[in-house]
């Protein structure tokens, strides 16, 4: 080969891996970037979501973390979730409490300060113990939301607006598709090209959260807890 040919070849490489390792978006260098993917990264942005909620449907277990920003406030997750039951935690104006649901129960656990109704004596028996929250309490609906895994991600894993596809990227060290909704004012959906095109990283319509996904497939246990760590409180939680 020519040396004008070898040297241009080696600047081509060298621009290559500079694009590769110094950027997130992975495109051009006359690679296709679909070699050894799972194909998904071929298909128009509708087929993607309908594929990627297929596989989140489909997969039996899924942590997710991040923030999600409902009526004006903001909770931040660490949850594992799957058919029958979840655990994590939530975070949300400096007070951190641990979810547990097993099948339909689901527990509650919080410090003093969190249970702060103005019963003292109250609080206290409360305090680092998993309180069963009543089903016709209105804390059950509002938090076992955050348990389930089929209502949680299909309130979230829709895009709004007109979908299309926005190169080729990255999400913890997976290759992915990135979708999105509206120009990205709808939404972001970032599809892994790897294995199952499961959902890893979603920026949420209207800067109300961003989240990642990951383990999926992966089980853990649920559990009741044990007798002494639990606290029946009655039909009604107090005020938090």
């Not at 058919?83 to 935690?89: H, K, L």
């Not at 409490?97 to 702060?116: H, I, M, P, Q, S």
Request: aromatic share 6%.
């Amino acid at each position: 080969m020519p040396l004008g040919r070898v040297r241009r070849a080696a600047l081509v490489t060298a621009t290559c891996a500079l694009a590769v390792t110094g950027a997130t978006v992975l495109t051009g260098c006359g690679d296709d970037p679909d070699a050894g993917t799972n194909g998904v990264g071929k298909l128009p942005a509708g087929r993607i979501q309908a594929r990627t909620r297929a596989a989140a449907d489909e997969a039996p277990a899924v942590r997710l973390a991040g923030t999600v920003v409902t009526s004006g406030r903001t909770y931040r997750l660490d949850m594992r979730l799957k058919e029958d039951g979840g655990t994590g935690s939530v975070t949300s104006r400096g007070a951190t409490f641990r979810l547990l649901r097993v099948g339909t129960e689901l527990y509650l656990k919080a410090d003093a300060a969190f249970w702060n109704g103005g019963d003292k004596s109250a609080a206290g028996k409360l305090d680092g113990k998993y309180v069963k929250v009543p089903q016709g309490d209105p804390a059950y609906k509002k938090f076992s939301g955050f348990t389930d895994k089929d209502l949680l991600l299909d309130g979230l894993l829709t895009l709004h607006g007109s979908l299309a596809t926005d190169g080729h990227h990255e999400a913890a060290g997976t290759r992915t598709i990135r979708i999105t909704g509206d120009d990205g004012d709808g939404g972001t959906l970032e599809v892994s090209l790897e294995g199952e095109p499961y959902p890893l990283r979603l920026e949420r319509a209207g800067s109300a959260g961003t989240l990642t996904f990951s383990d999926w497939g992966k089980d853990f246990a649920v559990a009741r807890p044990a007798k002494g760590e639990t606290v029946d409180y009655g039909k009604q939680l107090p005020a938090s």
